[in-house]
């Protein structure tokens, strides 16, 4: 089972591009992110074209927006955090198969100290929370997406320029810790020790063609899942194409 994650920056823009990658990457279930789409205006038939007959879908206009394609049914979905009356549309999980997949696009939180980064870290804590209710039912579990954290110095271009600043900050880590902790590995990391790999590029000031860049976009998969973690990747390929996402996708093979 390939299971991959991207956060498109606008389906809307980027469907010629997600109908080229998906034949040349085929992965059997694709968590999308930024979709910016309502359910309304989601293009169905095009993504049906492409072998995912089974969707689950939780859009807004302009913002947000997330969605879950695949080509085995998805089962018992649910759309946001339960409990939270949050109205903006971050996250989408269903059971494919026997693998219950969590897709997010983690809040931003524009800079440390704002209002909306003390939102990113009340966030984090009531996902971190509900996840923990997800791993106890079931135990082979995939979440992933944009997370807007980098994990570690590691998987920034220039730490001492991002040293505590937004996406990278002590509060963030540490929060992405305590989801980890819950039993959650990075795949990516599990199986690629080296610096320098990066899934997000600014489009600014030749960002990408520099490898400016931060690894943002994970896959994180429960201990009961890693025996069968058989590889994992970024895709950097699209992000070479006209008019990109300014992300690239992450992606895993289950064995």
């Not at 946001?80 to 269903?94: E, L, S, T």
């Not at 929060?175 to 795949?187: E, N, T």
Request: with cysteine; aromatic share 8%; net charge negative.
């Amino acid at each position: 089972m390939r299971i991959a994650s991207w956060n498109v920056n606008s389906l809307r823009v980027r469907l010629p591009h997600l109908e080229e990658w998906v034949k040349l990457a085929k992965p059997d279930v694709l968590a999308l992110q930024e979709t910016k789409l309502e359910d309304p205006a989601f293009p169905h038939a095009e993504i049906a074209a492409l072998g995912y007959a089974h969707r689950a879908v939780s859009g807004q206009k302009t913002y947000n927006g997330v969605a879950l394609l695949s080509r085995a049914p998805i089962t018992d979905v649910q759309v946001g955090i339960p409990g939270f009356d949050d109205p903006q549309r971050r996250v989408i999980a269903g059971t494919i198969d026997d693998v219950r997949v969590v897709d997010l696009y983690v809040v931003n939180g524009q800079a440390v100290g704002s209002e909306r980064f003390a939102y990113k870290l009340d966030w984090l804590a009531r996902l971190r929370d509900w996840l923990a209710q997800e791993i106890a039912r079931h135990p082979r579990l995939v979440v992933l997406g944009d997370f807007n954290i980098a994990p570690a110095d590691i998987d920034v271009h220039d730490p001492a320029a991002w040293h505590e600043a937004v996406l990278c900050s002590t509060p963030e880590r540490d929060a992405l810790r305590a989801i980890q902790a819950l039993g959650l590995v990075d795949s990516f990391r599990e199986l690629h020790p080296q610096a320098g790999e990066f899934s997000w590029w600014d489009y600014r000031q030749g960002a990408f063609r520099r490898n400016i860049g931060l690894r943002i976009d994970l896959v994180l998969v429960s201990d009961a899942l890693r025996p069968r973690l058989a590889a994992a990747g970024i895709d950097r390929v699209p992000r070479t194409w006209e008019r990109p996402s300014d992300h690239a996708p992450a992606w895993i093979d289950l064995a």
